[in-house]
């Protein structure tokens, strides 16, 4: 019978447990936790909940493609100070545009929205970016404007 050196028969031997008892060392993909909701306009809670799931919700002051096309940026109204917004790129704009009538960004220009995702910071700003259609819900529908209650 041969005979393996110590450190190996042990590592050998916990491999082989693992195996048996169903274990895997490959991390899990799944969220280890539920999104827990947070006040876009609080700088505090914002930088507690970084890397961490999160859900916001608020009035989008502003919905724009940036001028070369490459981001969808959307301010809210009172996030000033907290500097939060979210962004949504080209790659993931097909199925937005289809959910909002063509026009994703004239679509959330002034509503109100719940978005739902990993709260990240981009150049010293929180943000959540958008990839799946799933993490942007409007709330309600937009305010009219002053010509249009008329």
Do not use: C
Request: hydrophobic residues 40%; charged residues 25%; positive net charge.
């Amino acid at each position: 019978m041969r005979r393996f050196p110590a450190p190996f028969a042990l590592l050998l031997g916990l491999f082989l447990s693992s195996i048996a008892s169903g274990q895997s060392s490959r991390p899990t993909t799944r969220p280890t936790s539920r999104p827990v909701a947070v006040d876009l306009k609080d700088p505090a809670a914002l930088a507690a909940a970084t890397g961490s799931p999160v859900i916001v919700h608020g009035t989008a002051a502003s919905a724009e493609w940036s001028t070369t096309g490459r981001v969808m940026r959307i301010e809210f109204v009172g996030a000033e100070k907290s500097r939060f917004y979210a962004a949504l790129f080209p790659r993931d704009r097909e199925p937005f545009d289809k959910k909002y009538g063509g026009d994703v960004a004239k679509a959330l220009d002034g509503a109100e929205v719940r978005i739902t995702g990993t709260l990240q910071l981009y150049r010293g700003r929180p943000e959540i970016i958008l990839n799946r259609v799933d993490q942007l819900d409007e709330t309600k529908d937009k305010d009219p404007s002053p010509a249009q209650a008329q």
